[in-house]
């Protein structure tokens, strides 16, 4: 029920009214205001709400009261009216136009449905503003998990795009109706800078290493569903895409060339009706090169080349479509095995589309262009490439084919000869030794040695150069053991993972806080190669340390790969380091001699 709040200034004295309700009478709706200058108007519209079932009575534009009768057909004007009336005449299919209607009732109706589409003051940059910081505190739910979670960025750039599309209708109409659309003066969030938490941005996107696909692939029961998943990491397909393969898609042009055509995808007419139809956008039909070992596994071991050409590629055994939800129950237990055997970090909710952004990651972590990687993906703009996956473009240093029959574990079908590149001066096979820092990491193929000091200087400064060497004077170079020299010298690149770092906090005997600089207690971040200190997979580690010396200090710190988990980790390390603090075993002597 709505209720009347009589408004008093600070001397207590009823300066307004206000009609305050629940939009549709739910614990969950947005509150709604009114405001009125006499008890007894206030009255009135309250009246009206509860006859329109806690929602704005019908006609009644807010802050300007009812309609006038001279100009009731302003009322065309009404947000919600020319919303609903623009999503009729869209060409767009039923399934999409009932989706955007749904998200104009959840999101945008309750805020905007009264509003003149005209008005400046209705729709402007300061109210568009201020709906987007309420969005962003909007809870939902995401993912098959029932918990309450931030709007993701993304579901707020489509509701911000869908309202913009609106009101651009009404710049473009004519006559023109406003002069211009507000939306285009709001700046919307980056992903990495909302949302963080549990997962935070990963919760939309979720990058898997080569290993966890892997080891993920192994806790499927159905062979069907192992080769689905390593198609989808070898190709970066979408569900739709590619369930919707034929056989006749998956083919060898010309020998040693493998691609798979996309030229259709299933789109959802009605909640359980579905039908073949176009790519997702124009780009979206698109020929994907394959490597030859994923054309090898598809045609010999999983039998497409024995399929009818029109069959599809992957179906649930009676040439039909697979449903999403069966799938997602194998794909749902396969990650809880995973888990349980500690193949997938627990902070981590893989679904199958985040094959699609860990293959992206493969390729971009090994160098491959955007434009690259935009054309396999297909999509319509390199700026959508570009904001989902730009921070992990680096140059380029090898093929992108060799590099997913890599990481999935595929043998090369011939193996080229090694060249005279590959031997040592004296005959010897070579070793290529980048040093960077005081290190030295030693690799059997030269390029990556390059890429490994190349990307060194780039992320850490300073200088780096690669040796040749042969494989006797590398093992006597080290010191040590010639055969336990020759098994440190890397087949391919070395693992990097970015992590999140904070501290030292440094406590004295007392347990009071030195401070040692200003940012000792501010979160950082930095790409950290297997071989350093801080490299780890974990989602956060924290470490307290007594250390001697005249000041007998002890030192807190954290780090690891999820920001909040390095942050209550940190919390817990410094309420470790007061509470031993005392306890310093170098306390006693001063200079721990």
Known sequence: ???????????????????????????????????????????????????????????????????????????????????????????????????????LEMY????????????????????????????????????????????????????????????????VAEPPLRDRNPCDLIRLPRDSGHGV???????????????????????????????LVRTAYGTGLRWGEITGLAARHVRSPQPGKYEVRVARAWKRRTPGEFYLGPPKTKAGRRTVEISAGLWQELQEDYGLGKQDRDELAFHAGNAERIKHSTFSGHWRKAVAKAKERGVIPEWKYPTFHDLRHSHVAVLLSDGHSLTYVQRRLGHESIQTTS???????????????????????????????????????????????AHIAAQRIAFWD???????????????????????????????STGGDAESALEAVRAQMPRRAWVWEVGPAVYAV???????TSVAAELSGSWQWEFQERFTEEPARQAVEQRPGSGTHTVARAWGRDEGAVRSAFAAARAEAVRVCGLNPYAQTGDGQ
Not at 121 to 136: L, P, Q, Y
Not at 197 to 218: C, H, I, K, N, Y
């Open 510 to 516: 007392d347990g009071s806080e030195v401070v040692t």
């Open 1 to 103: 029920m709505a209720s009347v709040v009589p408004r008093r200034n600070k001397a207590g004295e009823i300066t307004s009214y206000q009609v305050k309700w629940r939009d549709g009478g739910r614990a969950s709706g947005d509150w709604q205001t009114e405001r009125f200058d006499d008890e007894d108007s206030a009255k009135v519209f309250k009246d009206a709400v509860d006859e329109a079932g806690q929602h704005w009575p019908p006609g009644w534009i807010k802050g300007q009261g009812y309609v006038a009768e001279e100009h009731a057909d302003d009322s065309q004007y009404r947000f919600e009216d020319w919303a609903r009336r623009s999503m009729e005449n869209r060409t767009a299919g039923p399934y999409y136009k009932r989706q955007r209607v749904r998200n």
């Open 108 to 171: 945008i109706f309750p805020v905007f449905g009264n509003c003149d589409i005209r008005s400046t003051e209705h729709f402007s940059k300061a109210t568009i503003g201020a709906w987007v910081n309420k969005m962003r505190q909007t809870k939902v739910r995401r993912g098959s998990s029932a918990k309450l979670k931030d709007m993701s960025p993304e579901t707020l750039r489509l509701l911000h795009g869908l309202l913009s599309s609106i009101l651009k209708e009404a710049v």
């Open 387 to 433: 904001d989902r996956y730009g921070h992990l473009l680096e140059s380029a240093h090898t093929a992108a084919l060799a590099t997913l029959d890599r990481v999935m574990g595929y043998t090369p079908l011939a193996v080229p000869t090694q060249g005279a590149n590959d031997r040592g001066r004296d005959g010897k096979r070579a070793v290529h030794v």
């Open 197 to 227: 938490g549990d997962g935070s941005g990963d919760d939309q996107m979720e990058f898997m290493t080569p290993d966890e696909v892997a080891g993920l692939v192994d806790c499927l029961t159905r062979p069907l569903d192992r080769m």
């Open 446 to 476: 030269p390029g990556d040695a390059e890429a490994m000091a190349e990307r060194w200087v780039r992320e850490h400064g300073g200088s780096a150069h690669v040796e040749q060497m042969t494989s006797d004077a590398w093992g006597s």
